[in-house]
Every structure is written in structure tokens, then in C-alpha cells.
């Protein structure tokens, strides 16, 4: 089976870890404060805050920006779980917004018209590793006094007019899990310019604990255990360094993709914007009769090619469902996902097994 995402790990990344398990330091140490330094400095931003998950940076990120009970916050339905989830964890209410249909993303021109006086935060997500328009959406926020926290678990690594992600908002989250650009195991980071904001990340991080003047441990929060272990951050700092090799081939392979199928009438290939240089985390492809994905998926697992779905409207998981979201419609959202399909795409994938999975392509519409 040719599996859609896959880890890239090299004999580097091997010594890193050992170098660790043979330390006295397994546990939050000197790694995890030089993982952050480099990550900072990658993304140009002050600050990055290392955590053990995507999902507890995002948990983290929503507690630092206040969202609480009563709280409204505007995100896009296509994502994973947990950017609402989390939302959900700390009492606030998602509230779905459309997508473009280019991109995928969030439907800026969607945004204001969801805007109430509970409103508080846009977490745009930028799905696929293609940025979100941020320009735009930051001068929504602006003029209706919104924090702005990007789901950026898609996206380390990409830019949005020549601007790394990481650097544009409130804060930007980022998850290391071995489908994502780069892996530590389990971890993830919030990334962000505001002191307060990594004050209290780095407290609730680790249970609220804090030294006090005399040197002694005092806990003024309620606080987590959300630390990422020194094994995974030298992981992370041994796999930073690759970063732009893994997606300048993630770029090829697209290429490849693109040169492939760009004249079979019968799929829809990604769309990029100019201004945006994508991580290409997935590479999707739409079916433009719809009634033949789960045929086309069928046939390509058949064949051994691992395709995935990339995602299912989140308010129309069951949770959801029976918690509020029965009459929340983004159409645009669900004819999307009846049509979509994730091919695989990952910095091992050759070029011999892209041009099977489009060989397989091909012949499915043949025949
Ligand atoms: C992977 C992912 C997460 C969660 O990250 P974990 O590290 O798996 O907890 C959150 N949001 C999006 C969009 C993701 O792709």
C-alpha cells in the first residue's frame, strides 16, 4: 500500500535521539528550550511555546486568548476535530464558516456577515498547506476587535505574500505528528510576539506551577501537563533542518501530479494562489462527477494506493450533531467533500509511484 503521508526520519534524526536517551534529561529540558529558539527564529516570530500535541497547543492558545463560556468563534468546517473541539473544551461556541471553492479555505467574504457581539476570535485554518487570505482577515478582525489564532497545523513552512506562517497573528498553532510537515512523535507549538501570551502558555503548560521570589514552586493557575519531552524536541530540532528539502519535494511531486493529470477532464486538480507558497501538507483532488468518488476511491485502494478523506464537515459528525449543530448548511463545505479525495504525498513518495497512482487515474476514467 502506497500510504497518502508518511514520516521522513535519517540517520541525523536517529543520533539526535540517542544523544538524548543516553543524557540525564529525557523530560522537558535544554532541547525543548532550543527547539523553541530555532522554531521562533524559522517562523519570525518572538515567541514559540513547544507542547505535547497540536491538539494541546490549541487548547493552550484558546485558554491564553480568553475564549470562555458564551464566547463565539468563527473557523471553517473543513478541519480537523480538534481546532473546534478545543473550542468546545473551553466552553466557547464554534461557529462555521463557509469555504471558497478554490482553495478550500475559509470564505472571507463570508466572515462579517457571522459576526455577533459575542464574537471574539477567527481561527482560520490553512487547509492543505495553502494559507488562508490573511490580509484580509486581519482587517476584519481589526475593525471588529477580534483576536486571531491560526490553525496553522497544515502549514509549517508555508508563506502568504513572501510571510512565513507564524508570524501574522495572535498566535499560530502547529502540530508535529508524523503526517505533518515535520514530526517530534506526539508535539505541537504556539507561536506568537505577545510576552503575556507566552507568560502564561509556558504556566499553564505546566500545571500553573511557577517559582516565586523565594525560589519555591507555587501553583496561581490551573494548569496542565502539556510538556513536550527533550527526546521528541531533538527530534524536532534534527527535522527542522530538512524543512525545506521536505517541501521543495513535496513541490516536485505536485509538479509531477499536475504535469500527469492536468488534461483528464474528469477531476479537478488544487488551485494555488500566486501569493502563496503552499506546504503542500495533502494533495487533493476533486471529482466532478461526484457520484464516481467512492468508485475511483475504491479502485485506487484495490490497486494499493492509500487515498484518504480530507474532511468531513465538522459539524456534521455525530457529536456535533447532537449537540447543537442540526441545522448548521455549509454548502459549499459538503459538495466539496462529495467530491473530494486525498492522493498520496509525502517527501518519500518516488516519482515512479506518482505516475502509477496516475497511470491508475487514468485507467479508472477509461474504462
Ligand atoms: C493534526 C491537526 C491537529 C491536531 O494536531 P495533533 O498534533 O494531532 O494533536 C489540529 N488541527 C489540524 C488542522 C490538524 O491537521
Redesign the pocket.
Known amino acids: 500500500m502506497i500510504s497518502y503521508g508518511h514520516q521522513f526520519i535519517d540517520e541525523d534524526d536517529l543520533r539526535a535521539v540517542l544523544n538524548v536517551l543516553r543524557s540525564n534529561w529525557l523530560t522537558q529540558g535544554p532541547k525543548v528550550e532550543e527547539f523553541e529558539k530555532d522554531l521562533a527564529k524559522y517562523c519570525g516570530s518572538r515567541y514559540a511555546v513547544v507542547t505535547s500535541?497540536?491538539?494541546s497547543a490549541?487548547h493552550l492558545a484558546y485558554l491564553v486568548a480568553g475564549l470562555k463560556n458564551g464566547n463565539e468563534v468563527i473557523t471553517t468546517p473543513n478541519?480537523?476535530v480538534?481546532?473546534t473541539n478545543m473550542l468546545l473544551t473551553v466552553g466557547a461556541k464554534p461557529v462555521f464558516c463557509d469555504i471558497r471553492s478554490d482553495t478550500y479555505n475559509i470564505d472571507e467574504s463570508k466572515i462579517e456577515a457571522l459576526i455577533t457581539d459575542q464574537t471574539k476570535a477567527i481561527i482560520p485554518?490553512h487547509f492543505a498547506g495553502q494559507p488562508c487570505e490573511m490580509d484580509e482577515i486581519a482587517a476584519i478582525a481589526k475593525k471588529h476587535n477580534l483576536l486571531v489564532i491560526e490553525?496553522a497545523?497544515?502549514a509549517l513552512g508555508a508563506s502568504y505574500h513572501g510571510r512565513k506562517i507564524g508570524s501574522l497573528s495572535d498566535m499560530t498553532v502547529f502540530?508535529f505528528?508524523p503526517i505533518?510537515t515535520i514530526t517530534t512523535g506526539?508535539g505541537?507549538a504556539i507561536l506568537t510576539d505577545n510576552e503575556n501570551y507566552y507568560q502564561r502558555l509556558i504556566l499553564l503548560r505546566s500545571h500553573g506551577v511557577n517559582k516565586n521570589e523565594q525560589g519555591k514552586n507555587v501553583m496561581t493557575e490551573l494548569g496542565y501537563n502539556y510538556r513536550l519531552t527533550d527526546i521528541g524536541a531533538a527530534l524536532g530540532i534534527s527535522q527542522l533542518k530538512k524543512i525545506d528539502n521536505f517541501i521543495s519535494k513535496r513541490h516536485k511531486l505536485v509538479k509531477l501530479y499536475e504535469n500527469n493529470l492536468k488534461d483528464n477532464l474528469e477531476i479537478i486538480l488544487p488551485h494555488e494562489f500566486e501569493h502563496n507558497y503552499s506546504s503542500w501538507h495533502l494533495y487533493v483532488i476533486r471529482v466532478k462527477d461526484a457520484s464516481r468518488k467512492n468508485n475511483l476511491a475504491s479502485y485506487l485502494k484495490e490497486n494499493g494506493v492509500g487515498i484518504n478523506f480530507h474532511y468531513q464537515p465538522v459539524y456534521s459528525q455525530p457529536y456535533y450533531q447532537d449537540n447543537g449543530y442540526k441545522d448548521t448548511v455549509c454548502q459549499i463545505s459538503e459538495s466539496y467533500f462529495e467530491a473530494a479525495i486525498t492522493l498520496p504525498l509525502h517527501p518519500l513518495l518516488t516519482v515512479e509511484e506518482v505516475n502509477f497512482i496516475c497511470d491508475k487515474i487514468k485507467s479508472f476514467f477509461n474504462k
Open positions: 500535541s497540536g491538539t490549541l478541519t480537523f480538534a481546532t485554518v490553525d497545523c497544515h502540530s505528528h505533518k506526539e505541537g
